[in-house]
């Protein structure tokens, strides 16, 4: 089982000719959101979000690698 699960992702074509893809997901008990460029899924940015804020987010490397590769099978 997946440490993680993603609720939503979203890719976005229109953006200065770069398309990017968001994955929104749940990790210990948090929420996240990460962008990596579609191209070659290299992380853009990373959010956690608590108190009804975003702040950047420090994920652990195998995290974000597990993600990416959940994000490639899926585009």
């Known amino acids: 089982m997946k440490p993680f699960e993603i609720s939503n992702m979203i890719i976005d074509d229109d953006f200065y000719n770069e398309e990017f893809v968001t994955a929104d997901f749940s ?3 948090h929420d996240y959101s990460i962008t990596f460029k579609k191209a070659d899924l290299e992380v853009v940015n990373a959010w956690v ?5 975003s702040l950047p987010a420090n994920l652990p490397e195998n995290i ?6 959940d994000v490639e099978k899926r585009i």
């Open 49 to 53: 979000f608590k108190d009804g804020s």
């Open 27 to 29: 990790y210990q008990n």
């Open 64 to 69: 974000i690698e597990s993600i990416r590769k």
